[in-house]
């Protein structure tokens, strides 16, 4: 049997939450052990550069972005929003964008922060930041009880 540290790739992984007037950001560590909050990016103009960026500043190996869907696995008013999102950022960033299920990321982030004492007017970017931050920890999860990268590939071919 394979120990974590084996079925582990080494590098830091980012998380996108890609809604309609921000992108909450999450990274891990090097070893693919925590996932932490890093930024939000504002919707628009610029916001693919901003991604590609942080990818590169942090060295990411992959880039997770949450594919909206409803509890029932079928499609929402979100879906391909966030799917043509990932598909231009897997033209930035060959091979490395994976599109993972995101299901209830925001609602458990909203939680999170309810009871931290803070109310969705003083968290919306932070939301957004906790919720790629959980849509990464399943991720490291996944991976770790897998030993494959989780998700499939943006560009429509799985490569991992």
Known sequence: ?????????PGVRLAVDVGTVR?????????GMLASPL???????GDLDRIVALAEEHAAIDVYVGRPTALSGR?????????????ALAQRLPERVRLVDERLTTVSAQGLLRAAGKNS???RSVIDQAAAAIMLEHALDSERQSGHR??????????G
């Open 150 to 159: 989780p998700g499939i590939d943006a560009a429509g071919e799985d490569h």
């Open 75 to 87: 499609t929402t008013a979100s879906t391909q929003d966030a799917l043509d999102f990932a598909a």
């Open 1 to 9: 049997m394979l120990s974590i540290g084996e079925r582990m790739r």
């Open 121 to 123: 007017k003083q968290g």
């Open 39 to 45: 930024e939000t990016v504002p919707r628009g103009a």
């Open 23 to 31: 992108i909450g950001v999450a990274r891990s560590d090097a070893l």
